[in-house]
Nanobody, 123 residues
Framework: QVDLVESGGGLVQAGDSLTLSCGSSDRVFGSYDMGWFRQAPGKEREFVAGIVWSGGRKQYADSVKGRFTISRDNAIAKLYLQMNNLKADDTAVYYC????????????????WGQGTQVTVSS
């Protein structure tokens, strides 16, 4: 059983920054592509960012490009999402997920999910 645990969410003001972390109990964390998704109230869960196992390739949703940065530290089995210039529209529950094979924007590509962490941005 692989566990993913997100942390770092909270209530911030528009324009602030926040860094989310995702810890994994998987001893082979570094072998898997990973992603961040989010779900706003009343909306479908959507792709935010993805990163290849080595950290050498990343992809972002257009809505966060230039503001969010995904990164990972395989030595300590951690995934991060640095979020800058936050907007009210970024308010959502953020989830980290492990890709079954390759990362991408489709949720079906991921087979392990965390419980999520709430990010609320006040305008």
């Amino acid at each position: 059983q692989v566990d993913l645990v997100e942390s770092g969410g909270g209530l911030v003001q528009a324009g602030d920054s926040l860094t989310l972390s995702c810890g994994s109990s998987d001893r082979v964390f570094g072998s898997y592509d990973m992603g961040w998704f989010r779900q706003a109230p009343g909306k479908e869960r959507e792709f935010v960012a993805g990163i290849v196992w080595s950290g050498g390739r990343k992809q972002y949703a257009d809505s966060v490009k230039g503001r969010f940065t995904i990164s990972r530290d395989n030595a300590i089995a951690k995934l991060y999402l640095q979020m800058n210039n936050l907007k009210a529209d970024d308010t959502a529950v953020y989830y980290c997920a492990r890709a079954q094979y390759n990362f991408g924007p489709d949720q079906s590509m991921y087979n392990v999910w965390g419980q999520g962490t709430q990010v609320t941005v006040s305008s």
